[in-house]
């Protein structure tokens, strides 16, 4: 028997083994008509029917209610960076508006940097004093009165943090960028104005932008937005302005059924709380490694951690990769380990990795 090889990428990551054996199966012919999806017009009968199933599969998975709109695009949550600014500042006066954000790790801190090529930015709080090891509490925000949105990112996929709330900004629309963290746990999605994500971690391959938007908020775009990129116009053609990103809307859809199948998200999220826990509680029970995130705001899905001798990194790494536990290396600018455990990461994965750890430990102790 082969050893199971278990992926700790933090994307594009791991995707369901069911849903890429189906799609194996469905390469060149999908569904009898004698197409692979690569190849269909993406405005046939066929794709219309694979993209009007995800979005509705998407819809019932985060119970998204009417008045919001799915559009799918392309960018990554990079471009929506400068997107958001684009679609959204114009709604508000005074101009030139001003955003605000909380700065709790590399994500937040790209899009701050972006959007002040659009607007002001008004860093209402950050932990970049701490290390990015906790989330400020919200009693110390420090919001502007008038401004266009308040971003946040939900779970910084580099540093580890998640919010395990979510906060109350009165009528400002709150903006999320959920990429490493979406359809891992419930959200009341009534509370965001704006909740976008990469689909490249819990959804399917890079290349697909998820974007849920309150249907008040379109409509407001700056006339230099790219057409492409202009909410309205992506919503009014039911995300067909361009050509859309048909064969990873394909995977994602394939991904959607998938977690129909599972029970939903509310069931993801008993077994991602379980999953973190293992993991989590045999970091706190060591001194051989560590994770230096406060305990409230620690990632569900994404982990870092460190050796307490950094000089086993290399050793760690490949012992890792002889036992079949591959990508665990830290993000570069944080350094040691990271171990990327998204809903396709069955809990034998983590299992597999504390064996690991815990041989390692050992024999290096
Ligand atoms: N935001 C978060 C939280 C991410 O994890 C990433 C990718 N790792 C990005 C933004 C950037 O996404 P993309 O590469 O799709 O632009």
Redesign the pocket.
């Given at each position: 028997m082969t050893t199971p090889i278990y992926n700790f990428s933090?994307?594009p990551a791991l995707l369901p083994p069911e849903v890429l054996q189906q799609a194996a199966a469905e390469m060149v012919n999908w569904h009898g008509s004698g197409m692979s999806v690569m190849e269909m017009s993406h405005r046939g009968k066929e794709f219309m029917s694979i993209l009007e199933s995800a979005q509705r599969d998407l819809r019932t998975l985060l119970n998204v209610p009417s008045n919001y709109k799915i559009l799918f695009m392309q960018?990554?949550?990079?471009?929506e960076n400068a997107i958001i600014p684009m679609n959204l500042v114009g709604r508000v006066s005074p101009q030139p508006a001003t955003i605000d954000f909380i700065h709790t790790g590399a994500?937040s801190g790209?899009s701050i940097k972006e959007a002040a090529k659009y607007a002001k930015v008004n860093v209402a709080a950050s932990s970049e004093g701490q290390k990015f090891q906790t989330i400020p509490d919200r009693a110390l925000w420090q919001l502007s009165k008038d401004a266009a949105y308040l971003h946040i990112?939900s779970?910084?996929?580099?540093d580890g943090l998640e919010y395990h709330f979510t906060p109350d900004v009165g009528d400002v629309p709150l903006v999320a960028?959920m990429?490493?963290h979406i359809l891992s746990r419930v959200i009341d999605v009534s509370r965001y104005g704006v909740i976008f994500a990469?689909a490249?971690?819990n959804i399917g391959p890079?290349g697909l932008?998820i974007v849920i938007v309150r249907e008040d908020l379109i409509g407001h775009a700056l006339p230099y937005c790219p057409s492409a990129f202009d909410w309205k116009i992506v919503a009014d053609n039911d995300s067909m302005y361009n050509t859309p990103p048909t064969y990873a809307i394909y995977i994602a859809g394939l991904v959607f059924q998938w977690l129909l199948r599972q029970g939903g998200v509310a069931v993801m999220e008993q077994k991602n709380i379980a999953k973190a826990a293992l993991l989590y509680d045999y970091l706190d029970s060591t001194n051989f490694y560590r994770n230096d995130v406060a305990k409230d705001c620690r990632s569900r899905m994404n982990a870092p951690f460190f050796l307490r001798d950094e000089s086993l990194n290399d050793a760690f790494l490949a012992g890792a990769k002889e036992a079949g536990l591959v990508q665990l290396k830290g993000h570069k600018s944080v350094g040691g380990m990271r171990a990327s455990i998204y809903n396709a990461m069955p809990i034998e994965g983590i299992e597999a990795l504390l064996a690991y750890m815990r041989k390692f430990a050992d024999k290096n102790a």
């Amino acid at each position: 028997m082969t050893t199971p090889i278990y992926n700790f990428s933090p994307g594009p990551a791991l995707l369901p083994p069911e849903v890429l054996q189906q799609a194996a199966a469905e390469m060149v012919n999908w569904h009898g008509s004698g197409m692979s999806v690569m190849e269909m017009s993406h405005r046939g009968k066929e794709f219309m029917s694979i993209l009007e199933s995800a979005q509705r599969d998407l819809r019932t998975l985060l119970n998204v209610p009417s008045n919001y709109k799915i559009l799918f695009m392309q960018g990554g949550a990079l471009a929506e960076n400068a997107i958001i600014p684009m679609n959204l500042v114009g709604r508000v006066s005074p101009q030139p508006a001003t955003i605000d954000f909380i700065h709790t790790g590399a994500w937040s801190g790209k899009s701050i940097k972006e959007a002040a090529k659009y607007a002001k930015v008004n860093v209402a709080a950050s932990s970049e004093g701490q290390k990015f090891q906790t989330i400020p509490d919200r009693a110390l925000w420090q919001l502007s009165k008038d401004a266009a949105y308040l971003h946040i990112c939900s779970n910084e996929t580099i540093d580890g943090l998640e919010y395990h709330f979510t906060p109350d900004v009165g009528d400002v629309p709150l903006v999320a960028d959920m990429s490493s963290h979406i359809l891992s746990r419930v959200i009341d999605v009534s509370r965001y104005g704006v909740i976008f994500a990469g689909a490249q971690k819990n959804i399917g391959p890079a290349g697909l932008t998820i974007v849920i938007v309150r249907e008040d908020l379109i409509g407001h775009a700056l006339p230099y937005c790219p057409s492409a990129f202009d909410w309205k116009i992506v919503a009014d053609n039911d995300s067909m302005y361009n050509t859309p990103p048909t064969y990873a809307i394909y995977i994602a859809g394939l991904v959607f059924q998938w977690l129909l199948r599972q029970g939903g998200v509310a069931v993801m999220e008993q077994k991602n709380i379980a999953k973190a826990a293992l993991l989590y509680d045999y970091l706190d029970s060591t001194n051989f490694y560590r994770n230096d995130v406060a305990k409230d705001c620690r990632s569900r899905m994404n982990a870092p951690f460190f050796l307490r001798d950094e000089s086993l990194n290399d050793a760690f790494l490949a012992g890792a990769k002889e036992a079949g536990l591959v990508q665990l290396k830290g993000h570069k600018s944080v350094g040691g380990m990271r171990a990327s455990i998204y809903n396709a990461m069955p809990i034998e994965g983590i299992e597999a990795l504390l064996a690991y750890m815990r041989k390692f430990a050992d024999k290096n102790a």
